[in-house]
């Protein structure tokens, strides 16, 4: 059974950073495209960033240069590095493992960016 936990959300002011992490339990972490999406109150979920099992990444256009995705396969962990931080970030962040028709979610971490 896959399972994901995210942590690392919290209250961060415009400017600041934070880094969340999505821990993934079971067989085939290496083998997964790993996203992260956010949804912000009254919005749709959306895709943030997103890193392939051969490293390939792909980015939000609203966080290019200011987001990075990276992976940990020692520890089965998916990082999202947040840096210069928006009010327009806020939102519950989820990550998401995916490998063919099969997708796995996380409980979600809440992001807020305080101008």
């Known amino acids: 059974q896959v399972q994901l936990v995210e942590s690392g959300g919290g209250l961060v002011q415009a400017g600041g950073s934070l880094r969340l992490s999505c821990e993934i339990s079971?067989?085939?972490?290496?083998?997964?495209?790993i996203g992260w999406y956010r949804q912000a109150p009254g919005k749709q979920r959306e895709l943030v960033a997103e890193?392939?099992?051969?490293?390939?990444?792909n980015y939000a256009d609203s966080v290019k240069g200011r987001f990075t995705i990276e992976r940990d396969n020692a520890v089965s962990t998916v990082y999202l590095q947040m840096d210069s931080l928006k009010p327009d970030d806020t939102a519950v962040y989820y990550c998401?493992?995916?490998?063919?028709?099969?997708?796995?979610w996380g409980q979600g971490t809440q992001v807020t960016v305080s101008s």
């Open positions: 998401n493992a995916k490998f063919w028709s099969t997708s796995y």
């Open positions: 890193l392939t099992s051969d490293d390939n990444t």
């Open positions: 079971g067989s085939g972490f290496s083998l997964f495209t």
